[in-house]
DNA sequence: TGGGTTAGGCACCTCCAGGTGCCTACTTCC
DNA sequence: GGAAGTAGGCACCTGGAGGTGCCTAACCCA
C-alpha cells in the first residue's frame, strides 16, 4: 500500500515527532523554565546570592513548601544550584547559584526584559483582537 | 490578635502573589511560551518566512489541527503573527512573524542556543545526581 | 505544655492543557 | 463516485502539574 491513511500519517509523524523530542535539548531545557517556579527561584537567588529555604519561600510569595522543595531538587539535579546543609540545631541549607545556573538566569532576565518594553504593545494587541472578534 | 497562624499566613501569601501576578508582565510572557507548541511554531516562521497552515502542520510533525489553530489564534491574538486569508478555491491561509513576533523568536532562539551549548552538561548533572542519590 | 522554628516527606485531590475523533464545504484528481 | 487536500470547529476524555493538609524531630520560649 503506497499511499496512508490520514490517521496513519499522524501515527507516522507522531512517531517522528517522539523520536525528535528525545534528542531535543531546546525542549528539554524548556520543560525546565515552564516549571511554574523556576524562573522565580532564578531570579530571586541571582539577586540574593545566596538564599535559605525559608528565606526563599517568604521572598517568593504563594510558593507551598512541596513545590519550592520540589523546585530546587531539580535544579539542584540540574546542576544549576548548590545546596548546602549546615548541621546547626534546627538544620540550616543554603542555596545558591552554580556558574551554569548564573549564565542560564541571565538569559531568563533578558526575557523579563523583553517582556517589561514590549508587553504592553501586547496586550494591547490583545485587547483590539477581541474587540474586533466580540 | 498581633499573630498569625501559619494557615493564615499562608493566605495573605496567596493574595499577595495572585496581585502580583495581576501586574506581572514577564509571568504573562512565560505562560505564553510556555504553550507546548508556540517555541516551534516561532521557530519555523523564522526559518521560512511566511508558511501555510499544512505547511506549518508538516514541518512540526506531531501537532494536531486542533493545538496548531489554538496555537496561530493567540499568536495573532498577542500581535506576534499575522494571518493572511486568500480567498482561492480551497482557501488559502499563511502566516508570517509580525517585527513583534521576530524580536522575540530571536530572544527564543537565543535560549535554544543555551540548550544546545550546555544541555550536555545538565544532562551529565542529572545523571550523576541521579547515581548519587539510587 | 503547647506553640513556633528548621526543612522538608507523604497522600490525596483538582483542574485544565493537550490529545482524539468526527464534522464541514468546495474542488480536483483518479 | 470515492478519496484526498484546503483550514479549521466542536465535544469529549485523560494525565499530570500543581495545591492542600497533616506529619516529623529536635530545640527554644513564655
Same mark, same amino acid.
Given at each position: 500500500? %503506497?499511499?496512508m491513511?490520514?490517521?496513519?500519517? @499522524?501515527?507516522?509523524e507522531? @512517531?517522528?515527532? +517522539?523520536?525528535?523530542? +528525545? ?6 531545557l ?7 517556579w ?13 538564599m @535559605? ?6 521572598r517568593?510569595a ?7 522543595t520540589q523546585?530546587? @531538587? ?9 545546596r548546602?546543609?549546615? %548541621?546547626?540545631? %534546627?538544620v ?6 552554580t ?5 542560564l ?13 514590549h508587553? &504592553?504593545?501586547?496586550l494591547?494587541?490583545? &485587547? +483590539?483582537y ?5
Open positions: 500500500m %503506497p499511499t491513511t490520514a490517521a496513519q500519517r @499522524r501515527a507516522a507522531k @512517531r517522528d515527532y +517522539d523520536a525528535f523530542l +528525545d534528542g531535543c535539548k531546546s525542549r528539554a524548556l520543560d525546565r523554565l515552564t516549571d511554574k523556576v524562573t522565580l527561584v532564578l531570579a530571586a537567588l541571582r539577586d540574593e546570592g545566596t @535559605r529555604f525559608s528565606a526563599l519561600s517568604r517568593i504563594g510558593v507551598s513548601q512541596k513545590m519550592l523546585t530546587l @531538587r531539580n535544579l539542584e539535579r540540574d546542576g544549576l544550584v548548590v548546602t546543609v549546615t %548541621p546547626t540545631v %534546627p540550616t541549607v543554603d542555596y545558591r547559584l556558574d551554569l545556573g548564573t549564565s538566569a541571565l538569559l531568563v532576565l533578558q526575557v523579563k526584559g523583553w517582556a517589561e518594553q508587553m &504592553d504593545l501586547v494591547q494587541h490583545r &485587547d +483590539d477581541d474587540a474586533a472578534h466580540a
